[in-house]
């Protein structure tokens, strides 16, 4: 079954302490992307890769980390997390390499709680 | 960059009648916009997409309209279900090919 998994779905941890969201996709896809969503303001992007070893920034950046070493595999990095950082990440790849030539495909959501 | 606008935030509507959600985007020379459908728990999913050649898509009981002068674009459900209760997103790619998303709309079909 084509997919994106992330793992895990469910985290509650403390401030500073590291964290990888783990996210895998069994389609070949090319572009791969981290979201997040909070009320109110939508799904933003955080990194996304257009291929192995081919990294950049989107909206919010700030205290994440990302790496792309293989194509199916696209991990999110907290180094520090802090509470601000609460919020509901997702994962999504794309056959295409913009957006508009493609449909996103979304993992079921991680949701981080950093006391 | 692209800003997307997207009312309202919650919509409730009696099984069986019509929803419409709107959005409005800034960048004149977006070409493509998807909308996603998020049920509870899991992640956003394409329903229904339209490029900026075309005025108006039609899937079964959803549609997509887009006035490219207004720079508006909205979804209709016809004749909805309970199963359509989820939140929409909107989204449109700017002049880099990025795609930006609506804030949502959280639509809720009361039996």
């Known amino acids: 079954e084509a997919q994106v998994t992330q793992n895990p779905r469910y985290l509650i941890t403390v401030t500073g302490k590291k964290l990888t969201v783990t996210c895998s996709q069994n389609m070949n896809h090319e572009y791969m992307s981290w979201y997040r969503q909070d009320p109110g303001l939508g799904l933003r992007q955080i990194y996304y890769?257009?291929?192995?070893?081919?990294?950049d920034k989107g909206d919010v950046p700030e205290g994440y980390k990302v790496s792309r070493k293989e194509k199916r595999n696209f991990p999110l990095i907290l180094e520090s997390p802090s509470p601000n950082q609460t919020s509901l990440y997702f994962c999504a790849s794309s056959p295409g390499l913009t957006l508009n030539t493609g449909e996103l495909f979304f993992g079921e959501g991680s949701r981080l709680t950093v006391l | 960059g692209e800003n997307v606008e997207q009312h309202p935030s919650t919509l409730s509507v009696q099984e069986g009648d019509s929803a419409v959600i709107k959005c409005t985007y800034s960048?004149?020379?977006?070409?493509?916009f998807p909308w996603y459908k998020q049920e509870l728990g899991k992640g956003p999913q394409l329903i229904i997409d339209?490029?900026?050649?075309?005025g108006e898509k039609k899937d079964q009981r959803i549609a997509v309209t887009l006035n490219k002068t207004a720079k508006h674009f909205s979804l209709h459900i016809t004749e909805t279900q309970p199963e359509d209760s989820a939140v929409y997103f909107c989204?449109?790619?700017?002049?880099?090919?990025?795609?930006?998303f609506g804030a949502g709309t959280q639509v809720v079909v009361t039996p």
């Open positions: 339209i490029r900026s050649n075309v």
């Open positions: 960048d004149s020379a977006s070409n493509y």
């Open positions: 890769s257009m291929n192995v070893e081919v990294t």
């Open positions: 989204a449109a790619t700017d002049s880099w090919g990025k795609l930006q």
